[in-house]
């Protein structure tokens, strides 16, 4: 007997695996952590966590691959490229095969689980969406989720590995983000969930995830459909609260070091901000200079960065992307990726805005300050199907149909 979905079923689906791949890193890093809290810690929640993505992201393959008929070219395209160039790599050029090798142990760290499971099939799934009703209103929930466990994570188990700045601060960004910015019917739930959650991010987590964050703040102001006055209200707003900041820099950084210290918070983020190395690229230059002097006109190949680097990445998606495609493709792979985010962002009348605004900060932004699209970064696929659906399909009465 063959299942037969309706088109509503498969957007509840999807909508739900989408949500569940963007929220797995955070629950896979604090769900222990929490549970050994009231001593409860055991291995069993992270096979159980495993055991439900696979399931989850397999059978949203199954209904994609059960409509073969209706998938779009460019998920073929997208497919094909990432398998054409993967096989190029990993064949032709034996330095980059050792970082692609398969390990099917290495549940997270495999390039082929995190590209091809944990990453890839985002594209294709929201590629498959009519509707974000679901989307939206699983999405509400996990994010609720997300932040409040990474806060009990961060007051409570802040000496585990789990309140790592970088972790802990990257995995709850977009569930954060969207918080801020939607309106939802538990005013008196976000608020408080909201404040805490950005408070940890500044003082719990990295630079990157801060900046990020900001950066997505100011595009969602930039593009939101405001009357001028306001916005120019609000730039002014902004500008007075800066100057204030800098006049009184001194007395808020002593109260502020007060209330982490009475809190025994020790907050690398700040402590680089009164140092002045908020801005300083840890290490970085080293890396670029090293990538910036073996750019060639026809790449190094998928991975080729690792190998360059012995065993570092670009952190920069661009020089990533340039290092490893070369010049001409690279360049070329690039303009087109901007190409859409831009279109996504400036289509103020698009269904998916919000939705593409909430998933900038981590989807492309923090890419150019660290992690790597050939990582687990299923934010960056859902970024691209989202512009790509806001681009390609126009709104109807009800749903949404190819243009």
């Known amino acids: 007997m063959v299942l037969k979905f309706t088109e509503e079923s498969r957007n509840k689906y999807f909508s739900f695996a989408l949500v569940y791949m963007v929220s797995f890193l955070c629950f896979l890093n604090t769900i222990n952590a ?24 397999f059978g949203g393959m199954l209904l994609v691959v059960a409509r073969a008929r209706r998938i779009s070219i460019d998920v073929l395209l ?8 993967y096989a190029v790599s990993y064949l032709l050029l034996p330095e980059n095969a050792a970082y692609m090798k398969f390990n099917h142990l290495y549940y997270v760290g495999n390039p082929v689980y995190a590209l091809f499971v944990f990453s890839l099939p985002a594209y294709a799934f929201v590629r498959q969406l009519t509707d ?24 409570f188990a802040r000496d585990t590995s789990a309140a790592g700045y970088m972790t802990l601060s990257y995995n709850m960004i977009f569930q954060l983000f969207y918080l801020m910015i939607t309106k939802t019917n538990h005013k008196f739930l976000r608020i408080p969930v909201v404040v805490i959650g950005v408070f940890v991010l500044a003082f ?25 006055r306001k916005k120019i209200l609000l730039l002014v707003s902004i500008l007075v609260a800066i100057l204030i900041m800098l006049f009184f820099s001194r007395e808020l950084l002593t109260l502020v070091s007060y209330m982490l ?44 960065d690792r190998v360059l680097l012995e065993g570092m990445y670009a952190h920069n998606i661009i020089l990533e992307m340039i290092t490893q495609y070369g010049i ?27 939705l593409i ?22 934010c960056f696929y859902l970024l691209l199907g989202l512009c790509m659906n806001s681009l390609l399909r126009k709104k109807q009465s009800e749903g949404y149909i190819e243009a």
């Open 34 to 57: 929490v549970f050994g809290i009231v001593g409860m810690a055991s291995s069993i929640d992270t096979f159980l966590l495993y055991v439900s993505i696979w399931a989850v992201i």
């Open 78 to 85: 997208l497919i094909v490229g990432v398998l054409v160039a």
């Open 132 to 155: 974000y009703s679901y989307f939206k209103k699983y999405l509400t929930i996990f994010s609720y989720i997300a932040v409040i466990l990474s806060t009990v994570t961060f007051f």
């Open 204 to 228: 719990g987590g990295s630079r990157g995830a801060l900046l990020s964050l900001l950066a997505g703040i100011g595009i969602f102001f930039l593009f939101k459909k405001m009357d001028i």
């Open 261 to 304: 210290r009475s809190m025994n918070i020790e907050s690398r983020s700040f402590d680089m901000l009164v140092s002045l190395e908020f801005f300083d690229e840890s290490g970085r230059e080293v890396l670029r200079d090293t990538l910036t002097s073996n750019i060639s006109v026809f790449g190094h190949g998928m991975y080729g």
């Open 328 to 354: 001409i493709f690279g360049t070329a792979l690039i303009l087109c990726i901007v190409f859409f985010i831009i279109k996504g962002i400036t289509r103020k009348e698009a269904p998916e805005w919000v």
């Open 357 to 378: 605004i909430a998933v900038v900060p981590h989807g492309i932004i923090s890419l150019m300050l660290s992690g790597s699209y050939l990582s687990v970064a299923p």
